[in-house]
């Protein structure tokens, strides 16, 4: 056994591959084939394929269905909603008190006068006020009580301008 271990078990005829070339040749030769290709084109096939195949496409053509995203007739009621609850925002909260406004504005203008924003001296002042303005006053009338004063007095003057007051 350990003799016949390197040793394949195939062998080739002798002058085999000498000759092969030859022989495979002459197995495929051009006579084995057939003459005609055995599929055949009718004639003028390909001269007028590009009309058959246009009118093909153009007569199979069929309306494609479009499905739209959103449906025109609910976009049109939630515009109508959205409008109804703008409208009805806008009428129902708004409050119209002139007495509110007209507080406003006087507090905007106390404002405007105590921040300095105002430069007027009395000499100024006084130019704006007439004669007639003057007699309209009346001043009989006590709008504020004498406690009421005193304590306004002493919160908001400082004690060395009562002192020269007095």
Do not use: W
């Not at 495979?24 to 001269?47: C, M, N, Q, R, W």
């Not at 609910?74 to 515009?79: E, H, R």
């Not at 109508?80 to 203008?109: E, H, M, P, R």
Request: aromatic content about 10%.
């Amino acid at each position: 056994m350990k003799n016949k271990k390197n040793i394949a078990g195939f062998k080739t005829p002798e002058n085999y591959f000498e000759h092969f070339e030859e022989r495979l040749f002459s197995k495929i030769s051009e006579e084995k084939f057939p003459k005609s290709a055995g599929h055949t084109v009718p004639d003028g096939y390909f001269e007028n394929m590009e009309d058959r195949v246009l009118n093909a496409v153009i007569n199979s053509e069929k309306p494609t269905k479009v499905i739209p995203l959103f449906a025109k007739k609910y976009v049109g009621y939630a515009a109508a909603i959205a409008a109804c609850l703008i409208i009805g925002f806008t009428v129902f909260n708004t409050k119209t008190d002139s007495s509110s406004l007209d507080s406003l504005q006087l507090v905007a203008i106390d404002t405007y006068i105590e921040d300095g924003n105002l430069n007027l001296d009395l000499y100024d002042l006084t130019t704006y006020i007439d004669d007639e303005d003057i007699t309209n006053l009346n001043l009989d009338n006590h709008q504020f009580s004498e406690t009421t004063l005193e304590n306004y007095l002493l919160e908001n003057v400082d004690e060395e301008t009562l002192i020269n007051e007095q």
